[in-house]
């Protein structure tokens, strides 16, 4: 195999794991790809440790990764200390461990290794990748240089480039151990002797990086470990730091000094769009590949601003992306803990892309049958939701911006044929919309509209929502820029009842149909239809088509709307396009 | 002198550099407190580096810390390496470097020493005590254990404790040092030997810290140095490597590995509520030191909510201060980096209380000539601020929330007696009112409100600000548990020209007074004098007075607004109480 650096390496090993079966079409392969210090034991004990594999509250039979339906694939990357080809392994040519001569590799490296195992396996597409932190960087490397090989991926906790950051924290690792006069320039092994001081000092550097203060203040806090005062000295006083110590002192009796230098340099290397002329979405250009994409609030290894780079890229590439942000205090080894809200994204997703490839349904068991009992029928939609897909040409491109549900959504695409995306900031409503197997980004249409290219989607959709926003003029620039057409439906506070009740009840005009106190309404910018014709003037947008929904049910067309809708119209649909 | 841990320490020696001259009353000294790393020249060129002193920006002729005004005290600490008494300096009773026979220190002991330092110079009290990071804590301990020896105290970027996740980078630092086979458990000194590597590896990890995601990413980005392309090695192929191993190598030329030991264990062992059973507002009882806090809003080493905790114990304590957050991307550094923002804060604040000291004023000059342009003599109020003002009983004690440029907090101040305070969310009111010696804390009141403990003012006053709530509901809430009584202002969305500009128009109701447009008002929760009532009512809160302000400045008192207030009121006034 040609590396990214030129060298040349093979034949070489690489050690795996796998669980469950492949099926007979060999369609239900799910890569997994593991993290820096990871390797293939993800679902079964540790050969070394004993300890459960790092993912086996993920995989298993019944688990987000079912193995009664998936076949999981784990292999310990190149560069590893686990049985793959790596700097601890002999050098055939010298009969000797390769030490500092094995070659530098890349995470494009580990990846074609992988494609080299599952063409030994005879698998041609995978059903999924998925990993996090530099297994995520796998799946998304694997989505971009093999996207006809990848129906799904999962990339969490990653980022499609390695920050400064992140680099200045890996040298510091690097650093420690080059320090360490036992790494002896890399040359340690067979000597007896290890790097063990400056591989534990980059361990508890690292370790660090991957909690978040929260978490580290709400297990230790200030507290002490095994003594009932400070001893004014430099022992471990303090119960992080004896944590701190351990984690430092047991990780290097698994893992190799020189493998250590080799993975973060591979992820330091790692800059998705640098190999693509600089432009993260030609990385994913038409990409087929639907991608999930999740980020954790706490993880400032990996923060989520990494995660909306990628997701922006991958709308600009007109690809098939959901996105969802987890609340969390855990940092950026949430990806790694008991995280229910991850287990329900996770197999929410892979539930809605097995129904696309067409695979069995896994036989309805705990946590999974709750989630299919939540699932509704595909049936008719709202009065007001028909209103809007009603304007909307089929087979086009729409983006629902508060989605909900995905009621809408769901419509559009089954029975208008529409390539929909929604913008959700509601987790619920994300998740639902995923187990239904549609696209949708978690995000807050206040903020998250910029993230979207020039004219990306024919009809960007916004219903009931205009009201509720911070700033109403920027969201509607932001809706008529990023489709060709915008369809806007809101809730007419012109309505007759509406000023009567300021007029003679002498209270501030609050949602006619909710029951909202004027001091609890998210309603903070209600307009008429007489308001929002002249914001469409000030802003020169064009109104093609208005739809006015009066009492009973009195539906009124017309591309002006006569002055009289604004006394008795309970709702308004419009559909813009800038001028 | 005893130190905290009981063992004896002296004679010892404190070196110290002085700016400026003392005046003859003493009353002008300025002591500065440097952080880990500094130490006594904060503002002229270095010994060893040759390079300027690490405050040179700040401290100076015409300079925030203006020289022409105070006599400026800059103390390296003990446990340092540049002419105090330390781990680096000989033990008198040995003839031998202290090395590890040094006492571990705590900043309470380097306060102590600095107490005794005034003592030999004859100075009883400060005018003011000001540093960043450490010099922070030192800070807050001088103002905790000797309040009447200070008059002004400014912790800038720093805690009243050392965080978990601090101690755990520390705890980074000291093991990769005493993993460094030189150290030789602190011996070395005089072997002619020192842990270099080990005390390298342990600043770039700290370097690290120092520094925000966003500044590194603008300074450096995934730039390479020197080189076109990645190596494909462990050399420093970007930029962040090759600066990080800068920042380590001249690190250990100027600095001791046991000093780094000592002075990082007394920023571990800090925590002054624990000194205080458990309650930082004990540390601060009934302080008469009046208190400016900074804080970085991209420091994460000691991060906004940090400084929040001293403000809010400092508030509870009753003590006098004031709170600033600078937007910065700079990260911890920025206390020491040109900060214009940060420059004007202190010295405006000082400008502040060197009036009430009675200190003279320093020749106009440059930026402090443009401050002292903008106070405004102090005059009469706006009629509304009038109305307010007349409803506090003089003597008392007042929160203004949304204080804007305070000028009813002065007036409130200087005519009635008032012990006031402010809340303002602008960076420009806030300096203004600082200028004028008022204590105001840059907060928000939709957030901030509840840092304040129940019934911790007489009044507190809200002026034209509760429509602009995100939720008026809890504001209220608040307002009525800080205060025993609660002043709220507000304009009348009831007025006739309202309701006629609805039912007429038909057109949302907009600030009859300003020109705002539907779509970017900020009053998101207008409400009328009966909505108002209404919620009173609801939340069982007392009207004690009610003024209303018709047209042509018609004023009328009462209890209970009669309907008619509704339809003809512009203004309102309400004073409230628990019931």
Same mark, same amino acid.
């Given at each position: 195999?040609?590396?990214?650096?030129?060298?040349?390496?093979?034949?070489?090993?690489?050690?795996?794991?796998?669980?469950?079966?492949?099926?007979?079409?060999?369609?239900?392969?799910?890569?997994?790809?593991?993290?820096?210090?990871?390797?293939?034991?993800?679902?079964?004990?540790?050969?070394?440790?004993?300890?459960?594999?790092?993912?086996?509250?993920?995989?298993?039979?019944?688990?987000?990764?079912?193995?009664?339906?998936?076949?999981?694939?784990?292999?310990?990357?190149?560069?590893?200390?686990?049985?793959?080809?790596?700097?601890?392994?002999?050098?055939?040519?010298?009969?000797?461990?390769?030490?500092?001569?094995?070659?530098?590799?890349?995470?494009?490296?580990?990846?074609?290794?992988?494609?080299?195992?599952?063409?030994?396996?005879?698998?041609?597409?995978?059903?999924?990748?998925?990993?996090?932190?530099?297994?995520?960087?796998?799946?998304?490397?694997?989505?971009?240089?093999?996207?006809?090989?990848?129906?799904?991926?999962? /990339?969490?906790?990653?980022?499609?480039?390695?920050?400064?950051?992140?680099?200045?924290?890996?040298?510091?690792?690097?650093?420690?151990?080059?320090?360490?006069?036992?790494?002896?320039?890399?040359?340690?092994?067979?000597?007896?002797?290890?790097?063990?001081?400056?591989?534990?000092?980059?361990?508890?550097?690292?370790?660090?990086?991957?909690?978040?203060?929260?978490?580290?203040?709400?297990?230790?806090?200030?507290?002490?470990?095994?003594?009932?005062?400070?001893?004014?000295?430099?022992?471990?006083?303090?119960?992080?730091?004896?944590?701190?110590?351990?984690?430092?002192?047991?990780?290097?009796?698994?893992?190799?000094?020189?493998?250590?230098?080799?993975?973060?340099?591979?992820?330091?290397?790692?800059?998705?769009?640098?190999?693509?002329?600089?432009?993260?979405?030609?990385?994913?250009?038409?990409?087929?590949?639907?991608?999930?994409?999740?980020?954790?609030?706490?993880?400032?290894?990996?923060?989520?601003?990494?995660?909306?780079?990628?997701?922006?890229?991958?709308?600009?590439?007109?690809?098939?992306?959901?996105?969802?942000?987890?609340?969390?205090?855990?940092?950026?080894?949430?990806?790694?803990?008991?995280?229910?809200?991850?287990?329900?994204?996770?197999?929410?997703?892979?539930?809605?892309?097995?129904?696309?490839?067409?695979?069995?349904?896994?036989?309805?068991?705990?946590?999974?049958?709750?989630?299919?009992?939540?699932?509704?029928?595909?049936?008719?939609?709202?009065?007001?939701?028909?209103?809007?897909?009603?304007?909307?040409?089929?087979?086009?491109?729409?983006?629902?911006?508060?989605?909900?549900?995905?009621?809408?959504?769901?419509?559009?695409?089954?029975?208008?044929?529409?390539?929909?995306?929604?913008?959700?900031?509601?987790?619920?409503?994300?998740?639902?919309?995923?187990?239904?197997?549609?696209?949708?980004?978690?995000?807050?249409?206040?903020?998250?509209?910029?993230?979207?290219?020039?004219?990306?989607?024919?009809?960007?959709?916004?219903?009931?929502?205009?009201?509720?926003?911070?700033?109403?003029?920027?969201?509607?620039?932001?809706?008529?820029?990023?489709?060709?057409?915008?369809?806007?439906?809101?809730?007419?506070?012109?309505?007759?009842?509406?000023?009567?009740?300021?007029?003679?009840?002498?209270?501030?005009?609050?949602?006619?149909?909710?029951?909202?106190?004027?001091?609890?309404?998210?309603?903070?910018?209600?307009?008429?239809?007489?308001?929002?014709?002249?914001?469409?003037?000030?802003?020169?947008?064009?109104?093609?088509?208005?739809?006015?929904?009066? /009492?009973?049910?009195?539906?009124?067309?017309?591309?002006?709307?006569?002055?009289?809708?604004?006394?008795?119209?309970?709702?308004?649909?419009?559909?813009?396009?800038?001028?």
């Amino acid at each position: 195999m040609r590396l990214d650096s030129g060298a040349m390496l093979g034949p070489f090993t690489l050690a795996y794991q796998t669980y469950g079966a492949l099926n007979a079409a060999k369609s239900n392969a799910v890569l997994v790809c593991h993290a820096l210090t990871g390797d293939q034991y993800a679902a079964d004990d540790h050969p070394l440790t004993g300890r459960p594999g790092w993912w086996s509250t993920l995989i298993g039979p019944g688990k987000p990764i079912d193995t009664e339906r998936y076949f999981v694939i784990c292999p310990n990357v190149i560069g590893g200390c686990m049985g793959s080809s790596g700097p601890r392994e002999i050098n055939p040519e010298t009969g000797r461990a390769w030490g500092l001569d094995f070659p530098v590799i890349t995470i494009g490296d580990m990846v074609r290794a992988q494609a080299l195992l599952l063409d030994a396996l005879g698998i041609g597409q995978l059903f999924a990748v998925v990993g996090g932190s530099m297994g995520g960087m796998q799946a998304l490397e694997w989505a971009s240089s093999y996207p006809e090989r990848v129906f799904a991926a999962i /990339p969490i906790a990653t980022a499609a480039r390695h920050s400064s950051q992140n680099i200045a924290f890996h040298e510091v690792g690097r650093q420690a151990i080059m320090a360490d006069p036992e790494w002896d320039s890399g040359g340690y092994l067979g000597s007896g002797r290890s790097p063990s001081r400056g591989l534990a000092v980059a361990r508890m550097a690292a370790h660090i990086t991957y909690l978040s203060e929260a978490a580290l203040h709400r297990k230790f806090g200030r507290n002490l470990q095994d003594r009932l005062a400070i001893t004014y000295g430099f022992d471990a006083d303090f119960q992080v730091e004896s944590y701190l110590r351990h984690q430092g002192s047991t990780f290097v009796d698994r893992f190799d000094a020189n493998s250590y230098l080799y993975i973060t340099r591979a992820m330091d290397y790692f800059d998705l769009a640098a190999e693509h002329g600089g432009q993260l979405s030609n990385a994913f250009d038409a990409s087929p590949v639907k991608f999930l994409v999740v980020s954790f609030t706490s993880d400032w290894l990996f923060p989520t601003p990494e995660a909306r780079a990628i997701v922006r890229a991958l709308t600009n590439a007109s690809a098939s992306v959901s996105f969802v942000e987890i609340e969390t205090d855990k940092g950026h080894d949430a990806f790694l803990l008991e995280e229910p809200e991850l287990f329900r994204t996770i197999s929410g997703f892979l539930d809605g892309c097995a129904e696309q490839r067409g695979l069995p349904q896994s036989r309805p068991s705990g946590a999974a049958q709750i989630d299919r009992k939540a699932q509704r029928p595909r049936r008719g939609i709202r009065t007001d939701l028909k209103l809007i897909a009603d304007m909307i040409q089929p087979s086009t491109r729409a983006l629902d911006v508060g989605s909900g549900d995905g009621a809408l959504l769901e419509y559009l695409v089954h029975e208008k044929g529409v390539d929909g995306r929604g913008l959700e900031l509601d987790p619920d409503g994300v998740h639902l919309s995923l187990a239904h197997g549609l696209a949708v980004i978690q995000g807050d249409a206040n903020t998250d509209l910029a993230n979207y290219a020039d004219g990306a989607f024919d009809y960007v959709i916004l219903s009931k929502t205009l009201q509720a926003m911070r700033d109403p003029r920027t969201v509607l620039e932001h809706l008529v820029r990023i489709g060709s057409h915008a369809v806007v439906s809101f809730e007419n506070y012109g309505h007759w009842r509406t000023r009567l009740g300021l007029l003679l009840g002498g209270r501030a005009p609050v949602d006619p149909d909710r029951p909202y106190s004027w001091w609890e309404s998210p309603n903070i910018h209600p307009c008429t239809i007489t308001d929002f014709i002249g914001l469409a003037r000030a802003m020169n947008i064009e109104i093609e088509e208005a739809v006015v929904l009066g /009492p009973a049910g009195r539906i009124v067309r017309s591309a002006r709307p006569k002055p009289s809708a604004n006394l008795f119209a309970e709702q308004a649909v419009f559909l813009l396009r800038r001028r």
